[in-house]
């Protein structure tokens, strides 16, 4: 039998993963956007944010609602350091100026999506989760072996992620329209990209291949 990525999830081995949907930079008073001026942030990131509110976290929703109703399991990752001063965080994090303190605002998943119960939540001062937390042990701790990803920014830390579960032997689907970056352009052209590494499939048929494992 051929090896092959497209394989429906099992509930019971699947965990799904929203990467970065957080106050510092899904909200227009986020502090990635600090600084920046009403017009200015409406020409480079106002459609971003409309889509983003309009389409994506809808789908995230969507998502989230369909692996709780079919136990799969619920993760989060948030850019937030361990420290106030983001001392800890990566050299790229220091150059690129992004500290998200630990404990603030910024760092917390937004109200649409936000965790229930003991859902796990791994704040991460790195592009991609595997480099600067402990997921790979706690998904092997959970019997997880096929992975869901969903978030911010797609062909940055989503992107990240979806190589490093491949390369350390899971599973792993993306779903597209619940992935968003900043145009359409590089939407796009990060679909295409990552797409050898990953299965690629929408919210409506993540929730009806859930339905149909039930």
Not at 84 to 104: A, E
Not at 135 to 162: F, P
């Amino acid at each position: 039998m051929s090896l092959t990525r497209d394989v429906p999830l099992v509930p019971a081995q699947s965990a799904v993963l929203f990467i970065d949907v957080q106050n510092f930079s899904a909200r227009r008073e986020g502090a990635e956007f600090a600084g920046l001026s009403d017009a200015a942030f409406a020409e480079t990131y106002g459609s971003f944010l409309e889509r983003l509110e309009a389409e994506t976290i809808p789908n995230m929703q969507a998502v989230q609602r369909a692996c709780r109703a079919a136990g799969v399991e619920v993760m989060y990752t948030t850019i937030e350091s361990l420290t106030l001063d983001g001392r800890d965080r990566s050299l790229d994090y220091k150059i690129t100026g992004f500290n998200v303190p630990k404990g603030s605002w910024d760092g917390k998943v937004i109200d649409e999506i936000a965790p229930e119960g003991d859902e796990i939540v791994l704040p991460k001062s790195s592009s991609s989760v595997f480099v600067s937390t402990h997921i790979d042990y706690i998904l092997r701790n959970l019997g997880v072996r096929q992975l869901v990803l969903c978030g911010l920014v797609t062909d940055q830390c989503v992107e990240s992620a979806i190589r490093d579960a491949c390369d350390l032997g899971y599973l792993v689907t993306q779903v597209t329209d619940a992935c968003l970056t900043y145009t359409q352009e590089r939407q796009d052209s990060s679909l295409r990209a990552i797409r050898g590494y990953c299965r690629q499939i929408t919210t409506a048929e993540l929730v009806a291949e859930l339905a149909d494992a039930g």
